[in-house]
T-cell receptor, first 114, second 113 residues
């Protein structure tokens, strides 16, 4: 069974640019959640996708957007990058969208914005 | 809205000693509570979760946590620390209509030989 994978592992961008991060769910999982983890802090919920529809969103501006594909893989897009967007971006998949569902995390993509 | 507070950003114990990592929650609805562990340069791994069944929850690697509604706490314990337990530990809560899982700031556990 393949776990959650994310690409790329590291990325460097400059302020104002756009970035796309990718996540492949664990086999059989139809729900993907994205988190931002700034250095020295806990992860913060960005949004969740369930069967290709957004299913909850945290306190992030609209320049953070996402997609989920029919195979349940997912993308996180960030437009107009700011310095404060530098963080580890974590993707987590789960069997379903219920609160009791265990979320399985990928290793993350570390984004540095210069 | 729900939230968790982890008391102590850094805890240091000797190998073989009791591990106690503190977490208090705030939630207007019955919460689901989780403890995750994060090793350097890795994602988060679930240790255990409380989903309103038994109040004492046993997890992986010998960890357990007790849900105490009267104290709004969900502290993580392990009777005997091992060197491999050194990592960052996060408490998290989810509840209500949103799927917003709220994490604490984390507690870094150091295990001394």
């Amino acid at each position: 069974e393949t776990g959650v994978t994310q690409s790329p592992t590291h990325l460097i961008k400059t302020r104002g640019q756009q970035v796309t991060l990718r996540c492949s769910s664990q086999s059989g999982h139809n729900t993907v959640s994205w988190y931002q983890q700034a250095l020295g802090q806990g992860p913060q919920f960005i949004f969740q996708y369930y069967r290709e529809e957004e299913n909850g969103r945290g306190n992030f501006p609209p320049r953070f957007s996402g997609l989920q594909f029919p195979n349940y893989s997912s993308e996180l897009n960030v437009n107009a990058l700011e310095l404060d967007d530098s963080a580890l971006y974590l993707c987590a998949s789960s069997l379903a969208s219920g609160h009791q569902e265990t979320q399985y995390f990928g290793p993350g993509t570390r984004l540095l914005v210069l | 809205a729900q939230s968790v507070t982890q008391l102590g950003s850094h805890v240091s114990v000797s190998e073989g000693a009791l591990v106690l990592l503190r977490c208090n929650y705030s939630s207007s609805v019955p919460p689901y509570l989780f403890w995750y562990v994060q090793y350097p340069n890795q994602g988060l791994q679930l240790l255990l979760k409380y989903t309103s069944a038994a109040t004492l929850v046993k997890g992986i690697n010998g960890f357990e946590a007790e849900f105490k509604k009267s104290e709004t706490s969900f502290h993580l314990t392990k009777p005997s620390a091992h060197m491999s337990d050194a990592a960052e530990y996060f408490c998290a809560v989810i509840g209500g209509n949103n799927n917003d899982m709220r994490f604490g700031a984390g507690t870094r556990l150091t295990v001394k030989p």
